[in-house]
């Protein structure tokens, strides 16, 4: 394993590095304060606040159906378990059950956004190590994704599709069957990326044994999602505790082996997302084939008007565990709205696996922990 | 076996004038078309670099733009007068100069950079004769001035006065000059075999003998340390740890614009030309054709050598090498720098240094018992 110099023998002064907000892997506005010494990197500190958006504040002031757009924009990669999450939180508050077919949609274009957020997750580590070509091929393979999305609502990024109580439109004639033939093209691509990208000698160098995230100190620090699973973790909200229709699918939770390295490296934090892309189509398939028939608009009246109380519903998004706690005074608007952001915990954890390594390497292990800084400024 | 500058020599001296006046038109006019050559190669380099990265990454690459609004067909032209549009845009783009920068160092920077490239090509053949000037001390003369650029990357990272800039120069620094090591001790196991540093006796053993790559096991390898060493030196991909655009914006490269700029893009194309040149004629034959590496084929192939159609044989080979590089590029991550450190020092200095003294060996033997 890589040994870092020892600093009772050679040590110099440090310097103070800003990388970001402009920086081209901070992945958005984010904004490092560097201390280096040489390449060799003593501490990280991550400053966020560049996409503040007072969202929460926002929400105040906004009915219940106005927020959905702006959860859309939060996590702008997985816009559709953004609002899904929301809608759950809010169909908790309005005690709704909601009809078969919903359920299943919701399933269906949860887990196609989960593969099209992992498809950049995947290609932007690749060009964080380096490596370009992948990027281009996972972003061509996620238009194919947006297509189907496009056919669904019209929207390709935003979508506001999921709302309280529904979704907007029902599923498009033929949508079935082209989303049967996006899985089929897809899954022999992702043996492409591993031989290109997964399984090349210099990735593995790059990667493994890098930013070693323990699972003691993950948990400690609240990290979720693949991120925590990569370090070894079943933590999976599909799974423990199943949400809309996840408990009638047959899927594995993928968990980091160390089966180049350490177990929590970078490797594994990427290796699990190639891995759950391969669960999302098995639940797409199953999804896809046991959809009923059914209304797929719950009858709610014009102004939703929960009663008094609080509510907290958690969902596993892309990113991991997304809270909304909503707070009803029996207003049309929510009396407090407070969103747990996955990322934003998963970002806190940078200091810990990157300090002591080298400048590459917190790049590296910043792009393992695939965040998203319009959630986490919200 | 005649140089240019001896050629125009000979040429022009039936004519009665002053020896000097002769000699800088011997210098001035290899020294235009030089850079001619380099500033063709870098537009032709670039559009042929962006096709092989659009062909890898299932894309088109540039398609819009023709000449004199003459598309041709898209298919047919293929946007080509893209290379013009970049051309123009980079020497028109405005010059910036950061405030605290030092001046004359930011100044001088690119031109010793280019400077170093465009001495190196003096030693460069093109074909059978075709070369500036054929001196005795050919391989050494490549050597010394392809490190002359690193000087021009610390000036450009140091005057910058930007840490990333800063970053990639002390990188770059260290890159260049670790893996001047296993380069000069491969070319001078090529030096050792054949027994002269010239660049034509180099060639001609080859045509008498066979190809180096061929010559022995030891060389074969060689070959290989050689190239995947000048990858690094001229800062490709996996080894581009000095310009690491997801690390370091663009390393010792970030504050320079426009043309400068383009400067520094002249003479990374003219590296890649140079190094691929170098490997062509010494270890691939040079000018050779492909037909002389076995006594298979027919004598009446030989036809296939010759002067004109050198040129052809070496750009061919020269040319592979540089899309090999541009392959590299599109399909590697990066190495981190202590990895990139350690592939030099602990893996290509040992095993060119062992290399150095098995062939030793081999020649010893092969000449006692021819």
Redesign the interface.
């Known amino acids: 394993m890589?040994k870092i110099v020892d600093k009772s023998i050679i040590s110099a002064d440090e310097?103070v590095?800003n990388m970001g907000p402009q920086?081209?892997?901070t992945h958005g506005v984010l904004r490092l304060k560097i201390i280096t010494d040489g390449?060799i990197v003593s501490s990280v500190e991550p400053i966020i606040g560049y996409l503040h958006r007072c969202f929460e504040k926002h929400c105040e002031s906004l009915s219940y159906e106005q927020i959905v757009p702006f959860t859309d924009r939060c996590d702008y990669l997985a816009s559709m378990h953004m609002s899904h999450s929301y809608s759950m939180a809010v169909e908790k508050l309005l005690d709704l059950e909601l009809p078969e077919r919903v359920e299943y949609i919701r399933v269906i274009v949860a887990e196609l956004q989960r593969i099209a957020s992992h498809l950049i997750a995947v290609g932007v580590f690749?060009?964080?190590?380096?490596?370009?070509?992948p990027f281009?091929?996972t972003l061509?393979d996620r238009e194919r994704i947006l297509d189907l999305f496009e056919m669904l609502c019209g929207a390709r990024l935003l979508y506001n599709y999921v709302w309280p109580g529904g979704v907007s439109h029902d599923l498009p004639p033929n949508f079935i069957q082209k989303t049967h033939e996006f899985l089929d093209y897809f899954l022999p691509q992702i043996d492409e990326y591993n031989q290109?990208?997964t399984t090349?000698r210099?990735?593995i160098?790059?990667s493994a044994d890098v930013g070693v995230l323990p699972l003691d100190v993950g948990i400690n620090y609240g990290v979720t999602g693949p991120s925590l699973r990569g370090s070894g973790s079943t933590f999976d909200l599909r799974k423990d505790e199943p949400y809309s229709v996840y408990d009638k699918f047959d899927f594995d939770v993928p968990v980091g082996q160390g089966l180049m390295g350490t177990v929590g490296d970078c490797w594994d934090r990427y290796y699990v997302k190639v891995l759950e892309m391969k669960e999302s189509a098995k639940i797409l398939r199953q999804a896809l084939d046991g959809i009923p028939k059914g209304d797929v608009h719950e009858v709610l009246p014009k102004k939703i008007r929960p009663p008094k109380g609080e509510v907290y519903s958690r969902y596993e998004s892309a990113r991991g565990d997304v809270g909304f706690y909503i707070r009803s005074a029996g207003k049309n608007m929510p009396d407090r709205l407070k969103m747990r952001s996955p990322a934003y915990c998963n970002l806190s954890v940078l200091n810990e696996i990157s300090a002591g390594w080298?400048?590459?390497?917190v790049?590296a292990a910043l792009g393992s922990l695939d965040i998203v800084l319009g959630e986490i400024d919200r | 076996m005649t140089s240019i500058v001896d050629s125009l020599l000979n040429t022009i001296s039936f004519i009665n004038i002053d020896i000097n006046i002769l000699l800088l038109f011997a210098i001035v006019v290899p020294g235009l078309v030089l850079f001619i050559v380099m500033a063709l190669n870098v537009m032709l380099s670039v559009y042929f670099e962006r096709k092989v990265a659009a062909f890898m990454q299932d894309r088109l690459g540039p398609m819009e733009v023709g000449i004199f609004g003459f598309k041709g067909g898209k298919k047919f032209w293929g946007g080509i007068g893209q290379i013009f549009a970049d051309t123009v845009k980079l020497l028109t783009k405005e010059d910036i100069m950061p405030a605290n920068a030092d001046k004359v160092l930011m100044l001088i920077a690119p031109f010793i950079i280019v400077a170093g490239a465009l001495l190196t090509f003096i030693g460069i053949p093109f074909s059978d004769g075709l070369i500036v000037s054929d001196f005795n001390i050919g391989i050494l003369y490549i050597i010394a001035m392809s490190s002359v650029g690193v000087i021009g990357v610390i000036l450009a990272g140091w005057s910058s006065n930007n840490k990333w800039s800063l970053y990639g120069a002390m990188r770059s620094a260290a890159q260049i000059i670790s893996y001047e090591i296993p380069i000069g001790l491969t070319l001078l196991l090529v030096v050792i075999v054949c027994g002269s540093l010239q660049v034509s006796d180099i060639v001609q053993w080859q045509s008498d003998n066979r190809w180096f790559i061929f010559h022995s096991p030891f060389t074969f390898v060689a070959f290989f340390i050689y190239f995947i060493s000048v990858v690094a030196e001229t800062n490709r991909t996996p080894f581009d740890i000095p310009e690491a655009e997801s690390e370091l914006v663009a390393g010792w490269m970030t504050e320079f614009s426009g043309f400068k700029w383009s400067i520094f893009f002249m003479s990374e194309y003219a590296n890649m030309l140079i190094v691929s040149l170098v490997a062509s004629f010494v270890f691939l034959g040079g000018w050779l054709s492909p037909f002389t590496i076995f006594s298979i084929f027919p004598d009446s192939w030989l036809i296939l050598d010759g002067f004109y159609i050198g040129i052809f044989w070496l750009l061919i080979k020269a040319l592979f090498l540089v899309f090999v590089m541009m392959w590299f590029r599109w399909t590697f991550p990066r190495l981190r720098v202590d990895q990139l450190m350690y592939t030099c020092w602990k893996v290509f200095i040992p095993f060119s240094l062992a290399n150095l003294f098995f062939v030793t060996i081999w020649e010893l033997i092969a000449g006692a018992l021819s």
Not at chain 1, 127 to 132: E, Y
Not at chain 1, 358 to 361: L, P
Request: proline share 3%.
């Open positions: 890589f310097m590095l920086h081209p892997s390449e690749g060009l964080d190590v380096g490596a370009i070509t281009t091929w061509r290109v990208l090349n210099i990735f160098e790059r080298m400048m590459s390497d790049i």
